[in-house]
């Protein structure tokens, strides 16, 4: 098993920024990704970003590319997901989650380990 813990969550105002932070404990993989999925009300989750642990190899999706960015920490099994220039439209619960497989997927679906989930809010 795996637990995945989030951090970071809050209110802010448009244009703001914040940092998550997912920390991961239990069961070790040898190539797996790790990445942030977001649910708003009444909408599907949907995919943010995710990275390549072994490659050190994030990709996104097109809604936040060139305003949050995602890293790792090795040391601390923590994923970082910054977000800058933040819009009303990023409101949603923001979701940790891993992927035990070494390639890519935007799909939830393909995501086997969850955190709790953590609120985002961006007044207008």
């Known amino acids: 098993q795996v637990q995945l813990v989030e951090s970071g969550g809050g209110l802010v105002q448009a244009g703001g920024s914040l940092r998550l932070s997912c920390a991961a404990s239990?069961?070790?993989?040898?190539?797996?990704?790790m990445g942030w999925f977001r649910q708003a009300p009444g909408k599907e989750r949907e995919f943010v970003a995710a990275?390549?642990?072994?490659?050190?190899?994030?990709y996104y999706a097109d809604s936040v590319k060139g305003r949050f960015t995602i890293s790792r920490d090795t040391a601390k099994n923590t994923v970082y997901l910054q977000m800058n220039r933040l819009k009303p439209e990023d409101t949603a619960v923001y979701y940790c989650?891993?992927?035990?497989?070494?390639?890519?997927?935007?799909?939830?679906?393909?995501?086997?380990?969850w955190g709790q989930g953590t609120q985002v809010t961006v007044s207008s």
């Open positions: 989650a891993v992927r035990t497989y070494s390639s890519g997927s935007y799909s939830s679906n393909d995501y086997d380990y």
């Open positions: 239990g069961r070790t993989f040898s190539s797996y990704n």
């Open positions: 990275i390549n642990w072994r490659l050190d190899m994030p």
